[in-house]
């Protein structure tokens, strides 16, 4: 079983930090760091972090806390008895419902990681960043070449790069969390993303169009210009098990989700067959590409909604909820109009 180390750091005069967060009863252990008594570590099981960390920020006003912090645990010992602890009544907490004066309903948990650990993992796909630009360009490459010459290994060594995964996952996550500063990260780092692709991959088109043109004809190439309802259930259930394992502390799991829904082959394969005027070729593929974005994001949705994944505060999670139904039903109408392309290309 796995835990996390949460340590809460508070202003002077913000009350006794010893006696609140005893009202907290899913800590298996409590201890002060430091003399001053303004800073305390909890160690708790992973499933109860989300619960633990909402119920903190309920004790104290936002301008009370200077920071909370997690931490992992490799281990622990000797290995703690996880008792319960006694229930404590509600009504001894002086600043019952925080910074809002409402009561919130206890969080949904689930066994895995927090929501705060959740968006720090995620938003990190959301980001321009030169590593990111630099990671597109490499595995462009490499999957451009590798669908050209039909070598599956170094077209699965593109997948494994698969840049063009986390933009779409943190799209998924900020509308859970009603989050648009981080949608509009990820929506500017995926079109990045893409527009960067499809230019390397039309250069190469262009120049194996030209020189070699028998060479478009590979079977790894063609094969990203086929799509069947196969595709949709395959990236159906490989976008939820990016969440799950994300949501779950897995990351490992990811390796096979990125082979499994790749993005970046099909983005390639587009600018490859525009670039050498096969431009049928390349409606499939953008069809395939089209699908395994839409599946992602609406299996990515789906999955965050069953693990209760949502903000902490009653306002912030009604403006997520109604943001969350919009765009699930958004990705749905999407699916079928791309549904009913598929049955029209294979009548």
């Known amino acids: 079983m796995s835990?996390?180390?949460?340590?809460?750091?508070?202003?002077?005069?913000?009350?006794?930090?010893?006696?609140k967060i005893k009202l907290i009863t899913a800590p298996i252990d409590i201890w002060p760091v430091g003399p001053d008594g303004?800073?305390?570590?909890?160690?708790v099981r992973t499933q109860d972090t989300q619960n633990v960390t909402d119920r903190l920020q309920e004790l104290f006003l936002k301008n009370q806390i200077i920071r909370i912090v997690l931490q992992p645990v490799e281990a622990i010992l000797p290995k703690p008895a996880e008792k319960v602890r006694a229930e404590v009544p509600q009504a001894a907490d002086p600043v019952q419902g925080g910074e809002n004066g409402k009561k919130s309903k206890p969080a949904k948990t689930f066994s895995g990681i927090s929501r705060d650990e959740l968006y720090a993992d995620v938003s990190r796909g959301a980001e321009t960043s030169t590593?990111?630009?630099l990671l597109v360009i490499f595995s462009t490459i490499v999957a451009g070449i590798g669908l050209i010459e039909n070598n599956v290994a170094v077209v699965i060594g593109a997948m494994v790069i698969a840049p063009l995964l986390g933009p779409n996952l943190a799209l998924a996550l900020s509308t859970a969390l009603g989050d648009l500063d981080l949608m509009a990260g990820a929506l500017k780092t995926m079109v990045v993303g893409f527009l960067i692709a499809l230019g390397l991959s039309f250069s190469l088109g262009l120049v194996w169009g030209h020189y070699w043109p028998d060479e478009l004809n590979s079977p790894e190439l063609l094969s990203r210009t086929v799509v069947g309802f196969g595709s949709i259930a395959l990236a159906?259930?490989?976008g939820a098990a990016a969440v799950l394992s994300l949501?779950?502390?897995?990351?490992?799991?990811l390796v096979g989700v990125m082979v499994a829904v790749a993005l970046l082959p099909p983005g390639a394969t587009i600018g490859i067959m525009l670039g050498a005027a096969r431009y049928d070729l390349a409606g499939g593929a953008a069809l395939l590409l089209?699908?395994?974005i839409v599946c992602v994001n609406l299996s990515a949705k789906l999955v965050f909604l069953f693990k209760g994944v949502q903000p902490r505060t009653w306002f912030e999670k009604k403006k997520a909820r109604r943001a969350m139904i919009f765009y699930?039903?958004?990705w749905l109408l999407s699916l079928s109009v791309l549904g009913y392309i598929i049955i029209l290309r294979n009548v």
């Open 236 to 238: 159906l259930v490989s």
């Open 328 to 330: 699930i039903i958004f």
């Open 290 to 292: 089209a699908v395994n």
């Open 38 to 43: 303004l800073s305390y570590a909890l160690l």
């Open 3 to 19: 835990h996390r180390i949460i340590q809460i750091h508070i202003r002077k005069g913000s009350g006794d930090l010893a006696r």
């Open 131 to 133: 590593s990111y630009i």
């Open 247 to 253: 949501a779950s502390g897995l990351s490992s799991v």
